[in-house]
């Protein structure tokens, strides 16, 4: 096991160095399906070796829901920033077409593409090492992440677009990157978390949508339909403050006399 555990680890490891720019035609495929599958395989593998293969199950579903809501969130954030370092923002807000709903749809690609690797992740991962597929139980969770993954992408715009007042924007999205993996209740659970925490948890992305999954896979059902209309209540909530902010920002934009937001 342990000698397994080591070449994929290097696998893994070794497709973050891969270079893109001499290998353009592969680079999707390796990034975006190859590198998620073996850190996935790696750390469930991990997994069912300390906590045995039942207990494991959870662990593996929770982390490519981390993988896609990752892959969701950062190419979301980056959208605003892409599109001013190379001078497409003028030509967005200076279109006749709603700006904002121009951003919210270049977006949408990071979520397809979140949702087809979910997919390939989740039917790789069950039928290679748990050797069991649960077809229906598979399509409400794939339902489940697709509210997870816009609650996703709203916040990630959100971030995107307060990004623009800051001179690093990578720091901005480390720090929260950082933060939503803290609080996400992933690696502990939310309940041993002081309450003022907890309830700074709670309206954070993700959180609500793991809960959900939680209490769908312990057979919860009414508990884990709570959470998830929470997580899709707070993506509601970061869609009036997205829209709120990208507002006040055109108006100074207008203010200043440029079209580049700030």
């Known amino acids: 096991m342990i000698n397994i555990l080591k070449k994929i680890y290097f696998l893994a490891y070794s497709s973050f160095l891969y270079d893109k720019n001499m290998y353009k035609k592969n680079y999707i495929l390796l990034e975006f399906l190859v590198q998620p599958f073996l850190t996935v395989l790696f750390f469930t593998l991990i997994s069912i070796s300390v906590r045995g293969i039942d207990d494991s199950y959870e662990y593996m579903l929770f982390n490519i829901v981390l993988v896609s809501f990752n892959i969701t969130f950062i190419g979301s954030s ?78 990630g715009l959100l971030i995107g677009c307060v990004g623009l007042l800051v001179k690093d924007v990578n720091i901005l999205l480390n720090l929260v990157s950082s933060v ?28 609500n949508g793991i809960l959900s999954l939680q209490f769908l896979i312990q057979k919860n059902v009414n508990k884990s339909i709570y959470y998830i209309f929470i997580e ?26 440029t079209l580049d937001l700030l």
């Open 180 to 207: 939503l993996m803290l609080f996400c209740g992933i690696n502990f659970t939310i309940k041993v978390l002081p309450i003022p925490l907890q309830i700074f948890s709670r309206l954070l992305p993700l959180s």
């Open 78 to 155: 980056i959208e605003f920033m892409r599109d001013k370092s190379l001078g497409v923002l003028k030509l967005i807000e200076g279109s006749p077409t709603n700006s904002f709903f121009v951003f919210f749809s270049k977006s949408s690609y990071k979520l397809v593409l979140s949702i087809v690797i979910f997919i390939f992740l989740y039917l790789s991962m069950n039928l290679i090492v748990f050797k069991n597929l649960n077809f229906g139980l598979f399509l409400v969770i794939l339902l489940m992440l697709i509210i997870i993954l816009i609650s996703s992408s709203i916040f």
């Open 232 to 257: 899709l209540f707070i993506a509601i909530i970061y869609y009036v403050i997205l829209r709120i902010v990208y507002g006040y920002m055109q108006r100074i934009a207008l203010k200043n006399g």
